[in-house]
């Protein structure tokens, strides 16, 4: 059975890392992620567009079967 010892260098890890940053004269941590670009989304720009692009094809849809059964 191994015998767990105490290692005297790590006794700062329970610390935080600003705090152990702070005490060692470091500057603040930045951010390393870059604003990522939104993919262009139509959905969330225009909610409404596919209640939109669903009307006007039923009104094609509904104009055509008008015009198709009225010839001849």
């Given at each position: 059975?191994?015998?767990?010892?105490?290692?005297?260098?790590?006794?700062?890890?329970?610390?935080?890392?600003?705090?152990?940053?702070?005490?060692?004269?470091?500057?603040?941590?930045?951010?390393?992620?870059?604003?990522?670009?939104?993919?262009?989304?139509l959905l969330t720009k225009y909610?409404?567009?596919?209640?939109?692009?669903?009307?006007?094809?039923?009104?094609?849809?509904?104009?055509?079967?008008?015009?198709?059964?009225?010839?001849?």
């Open positions: 059975m191994k015998k767990l010892v105490h290692n005297a260098s790590r006794s700062n890890d329970a610390m935080g890392e600003a705090k152990r940053r702070k005490e060692q004269g470091l500057p603040a941590r930045t951010s390393k992620k870059e604003a990522k670009s939104k993919p262009y989304n909610p409404r567009l596919p209640l939109y692009i669903g009307l006007i094809f039923g009104l094609y849809l509904i104009f055509d079967f008008i015009r198709l059964n009225s010839a001849g």
